[in-house]
């Protein structure tokens, strides 16, 4: 707890058995006052492993996708009546230790949103990021800010926190159920005019670490362009998506 305002971490979780202890040790249990995980159908130990962990586990019976999975932790969160909640993928590929100053910054009430951003501070290819994903998150960026009117650091990454009153309001339910759902919701909370802050967090890339391989990449790629021109032609008045009708 923090400022009187429960914190809660929701772990959207696929195969991530070998890096969820190490996840688990790390987050900082003195603030977060409840922690649970959705195993996306994983075709390993996840659940298992979070269950001999102590962890509370919510398990779909098949794969819903990225989006599906993070559709389902904030249902929870509200459902549990947290006032802040911090989305943390398991992989260890984020700092957990961070989740402290995230909360903070919210529960200070500078913020709505806050991202952990891998680019500031030189965070990624230290981490290891591979060169052509650096190159990619920077050009996106670059397009997604002039489209959406925006200076965020950057838009692709998966550590995440929100007040309750901004998860209650965003139409996150309407978003697509794959990776490109974090890009939706950043394009409805820019829009709504939430106020979103960004920190800068070290990443890690190693083997046991989640990410997608090329050509799911450009997949992504193309689908985040056609988001912020969606984003782009509501913030001009021109078409109303729903996506961005609350």
Request: net charge neutral; glycine share 8%.
């Amino acid at each position: 707890m923090i400022n009187n305002k429960t914190v809660m971490v929701v772990m959207p979780a696929y195969r991530a058995a070998k890096t969820l202890e190490v996840t688990w040790q790390a987050i900082p249990h003195d603030v977060v006052d409840h922690v649970v995980l959705v195993d996306d159908a994983s075709d390993d130990d996840t659940a298992a492993c979070a269950r001999e962990l102590g962890i509370p586990v919510f398990l779909h019976e098949a794969n819903l996708g990225y989006g599906g999975n993070q559709k389902t932790c904030y249902r929870l969160a509200l459902e549990r009546n947290a006032d802040i909640v911090v989305m943390l993928h398991p992989d260890y590929q984020y700092e957990p230790r961070l989740v402290t100053a995230m909360a903070g910054m919210i529960a200070s009430g500078v913020y709505d949103m806050v991202i952990g951003s891998r680019i500031l501070g030189r965070g990624a290819l230290i981490g290891g990021m591979p060169w052509w994903k650096y190159v990619a998150n920077r050009l996106l960026t670059a397009a997604e800010n002039l489209l959406l009117g925006a200076k965020l650091s950057e838009y692709h990454t998966g550590f995440r926190a929100y007040s309750r009153e901004l998860l209650a309001s965003i139409p996150w339910q309407n978003n697509s159920d794959d990776f490109v759902f974090d890009n939706q919701f950043l394009a409805q909370v820019i829009l709504a005019k939430y106020r979103l802050g960004e920190i800068s967090v070290p990443t890690r890339y190693f083997a046991e670490a989640s990410s997608i391989n090329f050509p799911r990449s450009v997949r992504y790629g193309l689908g985040v362009l056609g988001v912020s021109m969606l984003g782009l032609l509501a913030r001009t008045g021109l078409y109303r998506h729903r996506l961005f009708v609350r």
